[in-house]
C-alpha cells in the first residue's frame, strides 16, 4: 500500500520478531515516509484535516450514541439530556453537530482544490472517484444524522428526502414505504435512520483506506501539476514525515481554531432554530431548507420543474463528479498553466455559492430589489428561481461543455520542467490564490 | 514568514467565506425585527445576572407557567453553577435548600407504591417541572384549539431568541386601523405571520407581525419581586426571556468559559507548532 521502495530496518528483537509475521510497524514507517513532492501548499492540508473531521464525528458520535434514544417519543428530549444532564454532553453534541458542517467545509475546499490542480487526472483517477464515493456517502450520513434530534426540520426534511424516492416511476411507492418502513415516516423510520447513521462513517472510514491506498499508489499531485520524474525525485521529493506531518499539523491546528469559534461561541449559527421545536407532523413549517451543506445540491433539486426531472438533475450534479476524469481533455494538469480554465473555475466556485445562495430562499422571492420584470415561462426573471436555473446551467455545462472544449481549443502556458523550476525562477505569476515562492529563511 | 501566514490567512477566509456565505438564511418572514433588551449573558465573556434569573424565574411560576409547560427542566438545575438558585454553601444541587422549597411548591403525579393508585405528592429537586395540562389535547381544548408551546428550549427554537421573547412579551400594541382580528387571536408585530389577507388597508403598507393566540398577559405590578426591582412590563419582560434563555441551556457559560481555555492552548499550540514548522522546512526551498 506504500508504493514506495521500503527502507524501514527493524531493530529490536520484538520488531524482527514482528515483522516476518505481520509486518505492521513497517507498514506504518513506510506510510510516514511516503516521498511527497516539496511544493504542496496549504490547500493541499485539507486531506489530513479531514482525516481528523472523521475521527471526530466517528468518536463523538460513539459516546453520543450511548445517551441517544432512537424513539418517536424520546429523541428530542434525549438530545436535550445530552445538553443538560451527560457529563459533558454539551460538548460533546455541539462537537458532532458542527463537526458535520466542518467536515463538509473541509471536503469542499479538498475537492476544488483537486479540480484546480487536475489531481483527478491520469493516474490518479481512482483516488477522484473513490473521493466522490466518500463525498456521496457524507451527504447521505448528514442527511441521516439531521434526522436524529426529530425536531421539526429532521422530520420535514426526511419528507421532503424520502419523497424524491416517490417521484421514480413505477418502483417509486413501494421503494418509498419500503425504505421508510411504513406509509409515513414514524418510529421506523427513525430507527433505521439511527442504524444506517452509525454504520456509513464505519463505511467512510474504509473507503478512506482504499483513497489513501490508491493516493500511495499513483503518489501526491502537487500544485505544478507535473509528474515527477525518477532522477529528480531527490531533488523534489521530501518525506512525508516530518516535513508534512508538521505542516498539516499547523493548519489542522488553525482550522481547529475556527471549529472552537463555533463551538464554543455560536454552536448553533449554522444550524436552524426550527429543530429546537420537537417534531410535529401535522404542522409543516414556513419553509424546509436543509443545512447549509445541502443547499447547491437543493437548489439543483427544485430548478427543474418536474419532480423527478429534479432528482435526476440532483443526483446527476453529483453523478457528474465521478466522470469528471474523462470530461477534461486537457494535456495540463494544473490550473495555473491553463489561463481560460482557471476563469470558468473561478465562475464555477462563485456559481457554487450562488447556488447555496438559492437554495436558502423561497423560488418565487425576487433577487434584486422588490420589483418584478417578466415572466419567462413559469417565473418572474428576476426570482431565486431563475437565478437558480442559470446556476444549474453553468454547474453542468462547466463539466460537459467548458471541460472538454477549453482542453481542445486552450493554449496553456508554459509549464516548468521540474516542480523546483518555479521556486529558483521567483514567484509564479500565474498562481494567484497561492504563490509557490520559496519562503527560507536563514 | 509573512508569505506563509498570507498563504494561510488565504486559506483561512475562503473557508471561513464559505461557511459564511452558505449560512442558512432565515426563511420565516413577516415579524418585526426584535428590539435588543442588552442582556448580561449576550457576546463571548456575558454571565447570566442570577438577580435577573431570580425575578424571571417568579414570573415564570406564578404567570407562565398556568399555561406553558418546561417539561425538560428538572427542579435540581434550578440550583446548578450558574443557575438561579445556586448556593454555594450547598453540597450539590438537591441540597440546595431553595431548590427543595421550590420543588415542594410543585405538585407531582405519580403512583402510589404500596396500593399502586394514582396519587399526587410534593416535588422533589429530581422531579422535571410539572405540565400544566395532562397532554397536548387538553392544552389545545382548553385555550381555543392552540396549545401553549413547551417553553425547555424555546430561547434556541426562535431566531435571536432571548430578543425576540422580549420583545414579543412587550411588544402588544393595538391593532392598527383596518385589520380584521378572528376572536381568540391578538395582534402582535414581533410574531412571524403574513397579514396580508385581513390586511384592508393600503396594499403596500401591510403591517408586520403576526397573530398569537395569547393574550396580553403581563400587566404593571403582576408580580412582586423580592429585591424591590419595579415590576413593570418591560422588566418582567425582560427577566422571563434571560430566566427562558437560561434554561434552553444551563451549560451556555460554562461553554463559553470553557472556550477560552480551548481557545487560548489552542493559540499557543499553533504558535509552537509553527515554530516547528519553520524549523522542520528550514533548508528546504519550495
Known amino acids: ?77 434525549s438530545v436535550e439530556r445530552i445538553m443538560r ?39 490518479r483517477e481512482m ?59 414514524d418510529n421506523a423510520t427513525l430507527n433505521r435512520f439511527f442504524s444506517l447513521h452509525y454504520l456509513l462513517p464505519f463505511v467512510i472510514f474504509g473507503v478512506v483506506v ?8 499513483s503518489g501526491q499531485n502537487n500544485p505544478v501539476g507535473i509528474l515527477i520524474p525518477k532522477d529528480r525525485a531527490k531533488k523534489d521529493m521530501i518525506p512525508f514525515h516530518p516535513y508534512y506531518t508538521v505542516k498539516d499539523g499547523f493548519a489542522l491546528l488553525l482550522f481547529m481554531i475556527m471549529f472552537a469559534v463555533f463551538v464554543f461561541f455560536m454552536p448553533n449559527a449554522l444550524g436552524h432554530a426550527d429543530n429546537y421545536i420537537p417534531a410535529n407532523p401535522l404542522q409543516t413549517p414556513a419553509a424546509i431548507v436543509p443545512e447549509w451543506y445541502l443547499l447547491p445540491f437543493y437548489a439543483i433539486l427544485r430548478a427543474i420543474p418536474d419532480k423527478f426531472g429534479g432528482v435526476v438533475a440532483m443526483f446527476a450534479a453529483i453523478g457528474v463528479l465521478f466522470v469528471l476524469p474523462w470530461l477534461d481533455t486537457s494535456k495540463v494538469r494544473s490550473m ?50 431563475w437565478l437558480t436555473r442559470f446556476a444549474t446551467l453553468y454547474y453542468f455545462a462547466f463539466f460537459v461543455v467548458l471541460l472538454p472544449f477549453v482542453g481542445l481549443k486552450e493554449i496553456p502556458l508554459r509549464i516548468p520542467l521540474s516542480i523546483s523550476e518555479p521556486v529558483l525562477s521567483g514567484p509564479d505569476a500565474m498562481s494567484g490564490a497561492v504563490p509557490a515562492q520559496a519562503e527560507k529563511k536563514g | ?69 418546561m417539561e425538560l427542566l428538572s427542579f435540581r438545575t434550578l440550583g446548578e453553577r450558574g443557575g438561579p438558585f445556586y448556593d454555594p454553601k450547598a453540597a450539590s444541587p438537591t441540597d440546595n435548600r431553595f431548590v427543595r422549597a421550590l420543588a415542594a411548591e410543585a405538585t407531582i403525579n405519580d403512583i402510589d407504591t404500596e396500593i399502586g393508585e ?8 429530581a422531579d422535571k417541572f410539572p405540565n400544566p395540562y395532562p397532554n397536548r389535547i387538553a392544552a389545545a381544548a382548553a385555550n381555543g384549539g392552540a396549545a401553549p408551546p413547551d417553553l425547555s428550549v424555546m430561547a434556541k427554537a426562535r431566531h435571536d431568541g432571548a430578543n425576540y421573547i422580549y420583545s414579543l412579551l412587550s411588544g402588544y400594541v393595538d391593532a392598527p386601523a383596518g385589520l380584521t382580528i378572528n376572536p381568540g387571536q391578538y395582534y402582535n408585530p414581533y410574531m412571524p405571520g403574513d397579514m396580508t389577507p385581513f390586511w384592508t388597508g393600503d396594499h403596500d403598507a401591510v403591517p408586520k407581525g403576526g397573530f398569537i393566540a395569547m393574550p396580553p398577559v403581563l400587566n404593571p405590578d403582576q408580580v412582586t419581586y423580592d429585591d424591590g426591582t419595579a415590576a413593570t412590563v418591560d422588566q418582567m419582560s425582560k427577566d422571563v426571556s434571560a430566566f427562558i434563555a ?30 516547528s514548522y519553520r524549523k522542520v522546512w528550514k533548508n528546504v526551498s519550495h
Request: charged share 10%; net charge positive.
Open chain 1, 336 to 385: 495555473r498553466y491553463r489561463p481560460t480554465m482557471r476563469i470558468f473555475y473561478i465562475f464555477f466556485v462563485i456559481n457554487g455559492l450562488i447556488l447555496g445562495w438559492c437554495g436558502a430562499k423561497l423560488p418565487d422571492a425576487p433577487v434584486i430589489g422588490n420589483f418584478t420584470t417578466f415572466t419567462l415561462i413559469d417565473g418572474d426573471l428576476n426570482s431565486f428561481l
Open chain 1, 127 to 185: 483516488i477522484w472517484i473513490l473521493g466522490c464515493v466518500i463525498f456521496f456517502l457524507m451527504i447521505a450520513t448528514a442527511f441521516l444524522g439531521y434526522v436524529l434530534p426529530w425536531g421539526q426540520m429532521s422530520y420535514w426534511g426526511a419528507e421532503v428526502i424520502t419523497n424524491l424516492v416517490g417521484a421514480i416511476p413505477l418502483i417509486g411507492e413501494p421503494v418509498l414505504i419500503w425504505l421508510r418502513g411504513g406509509p409515513a415516516i
Open chain 1, 1 to 77: 500500500m506504500s508504493g514506495h521502495e521500503s527502507t524501514y530496518v527493524p531493530k529490536t528483537g520484538i520488531e524482527k520478531w514482528l515483522d516476518t509475521r505481520l509486518p505492521i510497524v513497517r507498514f506504518g514507517a513506510d506510510y510516514m515516509s511516503l516521498p511527497t513532492p516539496k511544493n504542496l501548499n496549504y490547500w493541499y492540508t485539507f486531506g489530513a484535516i479531514l482525516t481528523v473531521c472523521l475521527m471526530i464525528q466517528i468518536i463523538t458520535g460513539i459516546f453520543l450514541a450511548m445517551h441517544y434514544v432512537p424513539t418517536t417519543a424520546g429523541a428530542f428530549a
Open chain 1, 85 to 123: 444532564d451527560v457529563n459533558g454532553g454539551w460538548l460533546l453534541r455541539y462537537v458532532h453537530s458542527n463537526g458535520a458542517s466542518m467536515f463538509f467545509i473541509a471536503v469542499y475546499v479538498h475537492m476544488l482544490r483537486g479540480l484546480y490542480y487536475g489531481s483527478y487526472k491520469a493516474p
Open chain 2, 246 to 275: 437560561w434554561a434552553s441551556e444551563p451549560k451556555a457559560v460554562e461553554r463559553k468559559q470553557t472556550g477560552m481555555g480551548v481557545l487560548a492552548f489552542l493559540f499557543i499550540f499553533t504558535g509552537l507548532t509553527y515554530a
Open chain 2, 1 to 69: 514568514m509573512t508569505t506563509s501566514i498570507r498563504k494561510v490567512l488565504g486559506v483561512a477566509v475562503a473557508a471561513a467565506a464559505l461557511a459564511v456565505s452558505a449560512a442558512p438564511a432565515s426563511a420565516a418572514g413577516g415579524g418585526k425585527e426584535p428590539r435588543k433588551a442588552g442582556f448580561s449573558f449576550e457576546g463571548p465573556f456575558g454571565t447570566f445576572d442570577q438577580g435577573q434569573l431570580q425575578r424571571g424565574y417568579k414570573v415564570y411560576r406564578e404567570v407562565c407557567s398556568a399555561c406553558h409547560g
Open chain 1, 210 to 217: 482504499l483513497h489513501l491506498w490508491a493516493l500511495h499508489t
Open chain 2, 118 to 125: 394514582p396519587m399526587t405528592r410534593p416535588g422533589t429537586p
